[in-house]
């Protein structure tokens, strides 16, 4: 088989739509066009059908009832509605959030909105293989908590939080637990129940699906969790969710997670094999490189690695036909270094050393013996040139140089 350029191996980013995700989709966009809320013909049926269908595939995969499925437009709504409409929701109940530092954006982000309104917020810390204890999310339980928000498996580095004891402290304490499993859901098995899991965020476009579509999973019993909306208007989706549903994107999750479900056992081994393939080249190959997280507990998907002595940004450039994300160029234009590896006490010079890879569905053995010679060469010849490597041959300790920012402090 040829290799096709470039390499895709930024998955955690977002995933190609599999294509018989898309010929599901196609007739929805098509003559398939109706209105799900539309009661009074077989238009609106159709789509009404589609849309009950897609909620069976949803539920199916994560272990949940299909009427617990409310449609959004994406992950980061989905996080949205879990804090803001809880916190209101349960608010006769207390006004404190707890969540953790290496949460995606779109949580912390929330949480200093809801912490700027007035509500107490704790974010905990994690430790350096970057995750958060159970004991230390049930320490910060107070009687006002209202909600404990902690991720699955992290974007960055793949790292899983033991999801499953943070539910049961939760449970314990009556209060409610939000996951944000939108890296694990499709690549792990998932089960809302078996992981005391009452709210559950998840994106279409991360598991081969659409973007613009998403799912919040809202648990109808024991307890029964109904957050107030964020986006108000006809009452759809139980009220927790107003706007015309996304036909073609449901239609599309639904697929998508039926895919995941049916071929996961076979893709676990596949994919993580290919990602230890792509960690042993390189670290056979290569000094002072060192993969950040837990070793074991951690999406078969993904590895994070620093390169020490050079940037993140330049094995980037000096790889072109290799897409893969650094942890020095994450979320925006600035070129801070990544705070999930900050919290996890990853030194700043090796954080913005740092390259993440994330594997997927098409991900194939040429295409990780490729990358494994790209990255050698770069990382070889960036050390040639540096200025840090020469220092360090020469025996200086550049753990204790002392740095200056970009505004001189
Ligand atoms: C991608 C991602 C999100 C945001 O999902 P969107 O559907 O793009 O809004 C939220 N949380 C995690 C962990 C993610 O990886």
């Not at 190609?16 to 196609?26: F, G, K, N």
Request: hydrophobic share 40%; net charge negative; with cysteine.
């Amino acid at each position: 088989m040829t290799l096709r350029l470039p390499i895709y191996l930024d998955y955690n980013a977002t995933t190609p739509v599999d294509p018989r995700v898309l010929e599901a989709m196609l007739p929805y966009l098509r003559d398939k066009f109706g209105n799900a809320a539309s009661r009074t013909h077989s238009f609106g049926w159709t789509a009404a059908d589609a849309v009950t269908k897609a909620r069976e595939q949803i539920a199916d995969l994560i272990g949940a009832d299909p009427k617990e499925i409310v449609f959004t437009s994406g992950a980061s709504e989905s996080d949205n509605i879990a804090l803001k409409g809880c916190m209101e929701r349960y608010a006769d109940k207390g006004d404190h959030l707890i969540t953790a530092s290496t949460e995606h954006k779109a949580v912390l982000d929330t949480a200093e909105y809801l912490q700027k309104i007035g509500l107490k917020v704790t974010i905990l810390p994690v430790d350096n293989f970057g995750q958060v204890h159970p004991d230390q999310v049930e320490a910060a339980i107070t009687p006002r908590t209202v909600l404990i928000s902690v991720m699955l498996a992290n974007n960055e580095t793949g790292v899983l939080h033991p999801v499953k004891e943070i539910g049961e402290v939760a449970e314990k304490h009556g209060v409610i637990f939000h996951c944000d499993a939108t890296q694990a859901v499709g690549k792990l098995p998932v089960d809302v129940k078996d992981m005391h899991i009452h709210l559950l965020s998840m994106s279409g476009h991360k598991i081969y699906g659409p973007k613009g579509v998403g799912v919040l999973y809202a648990r109808s019993r024991n307890p029964r969790v109904r957050p107030t909306p964020v986006i108000h208007g006809g009452g759809h989706e139980q009220g927790m969710r107003s706007g015309t549903l996304n036909v073609p994107g449901i239609v599309g999750m639904g697929m998508a997670c039926e895919l995941c479900r049916k071929e996961m056992k076979e893709e676990i081994p596949r994919v993580r094999n290919l990602r230890d393939r792509l960690e042993k080249g390189i670290l056979s190959a290569l000094d002072e490189v060192y993969v950040n997280g837990h070793p074991v507990d951690r999406l078969p998907t993904t590895t994070n690695i620093s390169f020490k002595y050079v940037e993140g940004e330049s094995i980037m450039m000096a790889m072109e036909d290799v897409a893969v994300s650094s942890g020095s160029a994450c979320t925006s234009a600035s070129l801070a270094p990544s705070y999930v590896l900050h919290a996890m006490n990853v030194p700043e010079f090796l954080a913005h050393a740092s390259i993440r890879f994330s594997l997927g569905r098409f991900t194939t053995e040429e295409e990780i013996d490729y990358t494994i010679g790209k990255v050698i060469k770069a990382v070889n010849r960036l050390r040639e040139m540096s200025p840090l490597f020469e220092m360090a041959q020469k025996g200086i300790d550049i753990e204790k140089i002392q740095w200056k920012d970009d505004r001189g402090h």
